[in-house]
């Protein structure tokens, strides 16, 4: 498990940097600017206080200090600090949210939210994912 971001592997989008598309990487990522799309991470996702997602998160961990409206999906933990504005739906094993940050939407921990997480596959050219099966 990964805590913290390691800098030999580390992606940086930087504030003024703004995105469209779905970004994939199996490194580390801290994201100070806009995304608008995906961003699937194998490792620590980091969204600074000016970072802005519309969209969906998905990584391993996930540390939220930033804007997410969309949907977050973590293997391991998502963690909401004091600055964290949240609209959307998470999906993970641990959640932990500090006094001050403001989270509007659905939630699902434990291993029942694994089971969702992991019907959830990368497409073939790995740019974007898709649901493997139907959810009813």
Known sequence: MKDSLGTANLNIISGGTDLK???TSTSDTRLAGKLEGSLQVEGTVVITENGVVTGS????????SGSIEGEITATEKVLLTSTARVEGTIHA?????EEGAIFNGECQTGPKSEAIASKFVATSNGADERLAEQLA
């Open 57 to 64: 998160v998905r990584a391993e961990n996930i540390n939220i």
């Open 21 to 23: 598309g779905s970004l």
């Open 93 to 97: 094993d641990r959640l932990v949210i």
